[in-house]
């Protein structure tokens, strides 16, 4: 005599909906792929054998030093203020021919002391280049 149920409620899940669940995230993440920007601007360097020629001793270099004052070359014996420095980075950039321009901002520096140089080097048409000294 079987006494048991034979209408048992089965335990197991059905596949079915988990696989409509991964067909809709794979749609999703097709969709949203195609959508993105890929095309991010990067300033890469060229690859011409003038660049490997050039000398370190071109490329100016001008910092700010904890006291809000600009000097060239890691020579802190002279320092120049705003308006001074004005003049002679134009004649240095101009007698080296280069583009860059390496400003150093000391940690201690006040933050429109560097800002003045990018400006400057922005509206000259240089390429400024922060070093965190």
Known sequence: M???R??????????????????????????MSTMTNRALPVDLPANNS????TKENSIVDVAVNANNEYFFDNDESVTYNFEE???????????????????HGDKDAAYEY???????????GWKPVLVYK
């Open 50 to 53: 003038e660049n490997k020629n």
């Open 6 to 31: 034979r209408n048992r409620v089965k335990a197991e899940g059905g596949m079915s909906s988990m696989t409509d669940l991964v067909f809709l995230l794979l749609i999703f993440f097709i969709i």
């Open 2 to 4: 079987d006494l048991g």
């Open 114 to 124: 560097v800002f003045q140089l990018i400006a400057l080097a922005k509206q000259k």
């Open 85 to 103: 420095v004005k003049p002679v980075l134009e004649s240095k950039m101009l007698e080296s021919g280069e583009e860059n321009l390496k400003i």
